[in-house]
């Protein structure tokens, strides 16, 4: 009573079968997710859930958590009720009680109690086995005997007839047992591949995940960085600008004060002279002869005062003005430009960048078919053998090394390309070979470049070619490099820049620029 209590409380309320991946609401009822998402589906229609056996509503959808012990408990049962199930194979022969078989027979399909197994046929035909209730997989459906046979080519069990009678006869047919063992080791070495394959896939999801991480993690540091480079640029921009300002605002102050001081004299004059012409007018309206010659004494000086000292006094009043000076506009010039120029070199350094290099051709490696300008920028494809003398560092083909070389530090320069003809730019070491195909820049471990080659772009190292992609148009690229990083990167300078490759390596010798022409010019842009 209490075991079918038990299995009746394992029960979901909905479909009212064992409980298939239990799970609970909030208020503690359990039920299958299908049967429960389905009930939350349906009410979902009419924006009202409710629990279906307590009717408790929830405002919204509820969330639902699985139910581990239930989970356990049901796993549990069904174990019990599987092992149950065989122990409740009984013997097809004893008919009046059940009593448990220990065989079944494969012939017969019948199972046997141990008193039926003593007295059942010894003939090899009767194959016993474990109780069991699938004897009919056991025949053939179309003969009615044992299988014991396989056949590999149609890949199905079959029995003695079909060898001998049937659709099989004369295929390549072996013992059940052999074929089972077969298949059981191809599954066993299947299964050992899958289980390293799964092992290499559970490494490389690691390893894609620790990039993930480093590249965010590079990201951020290098967001940071740009940011406190912005923030002192901003910072140093802001005192320049106030410094400069603060140089206008007292010229302009200075000034002001002049004028206005001036202007408070000539005012103060003013004044003066329209209290005189007050005081005169008022003369003029008098009639007493007497009066009038007494007062002209006073006004004497009045009458004395030329043009010739007006000007005086405006030369005076302009020389002041003069001595003031005026706004230096070359001087807040300079000022600007040399801050901006100090807040760049501080960026610069900042951020580690060296300024453009300013790179020369080496006349004594290069190629009896090109040409170097005489300003040493330029390279450019000639028809003519031009018959320079043999040494160990001449190239034999259309190809020139830089003067320069770099064992350390960021650098950068940039190069301008024809438009017609092909060309390679790049850096190799001092080492590479002069002469034979071996010697093509990138047909070598000691060289890298960017490739022009019938209007197609790649990038070439160790004779490995790269393909670009996407589609260049300009004949204008900048060649960045690392040393210490390894890293030697090309740039298209189109409008925005953009990256077009980047080869990476552990630098072992000094790195020299190298061009290859054929067909037009390369020219470093200074």
Same mark, same amino acid.
């Given at each position: ?20 991946? $239990? ?37 919204? +959808? ?37 009593? $448990? ?29 474990? $109780? ?62 899958? !289980?390293?394959?799964?092992?290499? !896939? ?97 006004? +004497? ?14 030369? +005076? ?31 610069? +350094? ?10 020369? %051709? ?54 301008? !390309? ?77 409008? $925005?820049?953009?990256? %077009? ?26």
């Amino acid at each position: 009573m209490a075991s079918a209590d038990f299995k009746e409380g394992q029960n979901c309320s909905i479909c009212l079968n064992n409980y298939t991946d $239990p799970v609970t609401l909030t208020c503690g009822h359990n039920f299958c997710q299908v049967c429960i998402d389905d009930v939350l589906d349906t009410q979902g229609v009419s924006g009202v859930y409710a629990c279906p056996d307590c009717k408790k509503r929830f405002q919204e +959808r509820p969330t639902l958590q699985k139910s581990i012990n239930l989970c356990n408990t049901t796993q549990c049962l069904f174990s019990s009720q599987s092992e149950y199930e065989t122990a409740r194979i009984f013997c097809t022969y004893c008919i009046q009680s059940p009593v $448990p078989a220990v065989k079944s027979c494969l012939m017969c399909e019948a199972s046997l109690c141990e008193n039926h197994l003593r007295v059942h046929s010894k003939s090899a035909e009767h194959v016993l086995s474990d $109780p069991t209730t699938s004897l009919g997989n056991t025949k053939c459906s179309i003969h009615k005997k044992i299988l014991e046979y396989y056949c590999s080519k149609d890949g199905v069990c079959i029995c003695v007839s079909c060898i001998a009678f049937g659709e099989h006869m004369g295929h390549f047919v072996e013992p059940l047992n052999t074929a089972f063992e077969k298949k059981r080791d191809m599954l066993r070495n299947v299964l050992e591949k899958l !289980t390293v394959k799964k092992k290499r !896939t559970v490494k490389r999801v690691r390893s894609l995940h620790k990039w993930r991480t480093d590249v965010q993690e590079k990201a951020a540091c290098v967001t940071k960085q740009v940011n406190v480079v912005f923030k002192d640029i901003r910072e140093q921009l802001y005192i320049l600008e106030k410094r400069v300002l603060n140089e206008i605002y007292s010229w302009e102050e200075q000034v002001s004060f002049t004028i206005c001081d001036l202007i408070q004299q000539l005012e103060v004059k003013k004044d003066e002279l329209c209290r005189k012409m007050c005081h005169i007018e008022e003369l003029c309206n008098l009639t007493d002869p007497v009066t009038i010659l007494h007062e002209q004494e006073s006004y +004497r000086g009045d009458f004395c005062e030329t043009e010739e000292g007006e000007n005086e006094d405006r030369e +005076r009043d302009n020389k002041k003005l003069h001595n003031v000076g005026d706004l230096d506009e070359g001087l807040i010039s300079v000022t600007l430009h040399a801050g901006l120029s100090d807040i760049m070199t501080g960026v610069k +350094r900042g951020i580690y960048v060296s300024e453009s290099l300013d790179i020369l %051709l080496d006349l004594n490696t290069a190629g009896n078919y090109v040409i170097v300008s005489g300003d040493l920028k330029t390279v450019s494809w000639s028809e003519l053998n031009q018959y320079r003398p043999e040494t160990p560092e001449r190239f034999q083909y259309c190809q020139v090394l830089s003067t320069r070389s770099f064992s350390s530090g960021r650098h950068y320069w940039e190069v301008e !390309t024809s438009e017609s003809g092909d060309w390679m730019v790049g850096m190799c070491y001092a080492s590479i070979d002069r002469k034979g195909v071996q010697s093509y820049i990138g047909n070598n471990n000691k060289s890298w470049s960017l490739c022009k080659f019938n209007n197609e772009f790649s990038v070439i190292h160790s004779s490995d070619v790269s393909q670009l992609s996407h589609y260049i148009s300009c004949q204008s690229f900048r060649i960045y490099l690392d040393y210490e990083a390894g890293q030697l990167s090309f740039y298209e300078l189109r409008g $925005p820049i953009r990256h %077009l490759h980047t080869f990476t390596a552990i630098f072992t010798e000094p790195l020299h620029a190298v061009f290859y022409v054929w067909g037009d010019s390369v020219r470093i842009k200074s």
